[in-house]
């Protein structure tokens, strides 16, 4: 493992240090995570995410020339977090290289839009106003009550929204989020539940009057269920978009 650790990128190695090893669920998998990471970070055929997107590869000039090269290599620049896109899937695929292959494919198409800046209606920018857009079409009383207590729940679906909910659910939940996510080949989904958690802990948030308080109710979701939050969406968007049509 020593020699495997060498010349990996600083970033990675920290953040896998940092969360997935600390991870009562995940530091098991650690010395797998450095292997596909590492893999990762010198994978320059993940840089094709960069045409479906507005953002530019990072680059670095090369030492003696006034030349310059996309640096990484797979112009990722990891943050805080990053190693838990891969943690979860430790759980299904025993085969580093099977592994490493679902990561890459979920990153380019999914991951990637989560933490970069762009247009795109499943870009991260997108999934925050869709967020707050949902929020208050299906539980307009509590967007009033966080409205009046100047309460920004966004502050904190958002960290759920960049990591797609990894590291916040248990692993079985997050599963099948990911799940959703490629059967509507959609990053919205994820919007979906994070307004279905606020609606499902909404009677406890109505009660809250500040922002410290909201942020102590929505400290621990691991024991939410991704189904039943899905299936609630659902029979609440039904009852207000018949409720509308009856008006």
């Known amino acids: 493992m020593k020699c495997l650790r060498k010349g990996f990128q600083p970033g990675f190695f920290q953040d896998i240090h ?3 090893s600390n991870d009562d669920q995940y530091f098991v998998f650690e010395d ?6 590492l893999v990762f ?24 020339s006034h030349s310059t090269v996309v640096y990484p290599p797979n112009g990722v620049i990891p943050f805080h977090g990053f190693s838990m896109y891969v943690a979860p899937l430790c ?8 592994l490493y292959h679902i990561f890459r494919e979920l990153y380019v198409r999914y991951f990637f839009r989560l933490h970069s800046l762009s247009s795109h209606p499943q870009g991260i920018l997108s999934l925050a106003l869709s967020f707050e857009t949902l929020l208050d079409e299906v539980e307009p009383q509590l967007a009033y009550h966080f ?9 904190i679906a958002i960290k759920w929204i960049i990591k797609a909910f990894s590291g916040c659910l248990a692993t079985d939940q997050i599963l099948q ?52 939050v899905l299936h609630g969406m659902l029979s609440n968007a039904h009852h207000h978009a018949t409720s509308a049509h009856s008006r």
């Open 177 to 228: 989020l990911w799940d959703c996510v490629l059967a509507y080949d959609s990053t919205e989904v994820i919007v979906v539940v994070a307004v279905g958690i606020l609606s499902l802990r909404k009677p406890i948030l109505l009660q809250a009057e500040n922002q410290a308080t909201v942020e102590n109710i929505l400290a621990d979701i691991s024991g939410v269920k991704v189904i039943p």
């Open 18 to 20: 940092l969360t997935a």
């Open 41 to 64: 970070s010198r994978d320059t055929s993940v840089t094709s995410h960069f045409e479906l997107s507005s953002a530019n590869p990072p680059r670095a000039v090369v030492k003696g």
């Open 91 to 98: 759980y299904i695929y025993e085969d580093p290289i099977t």
């Open 32 to 37: 797998l995570l450095y292997q596909i990471l």
């Open 147 to 155: 409205s009046v207590h100047d309460i920004h729940p966004l502050k």
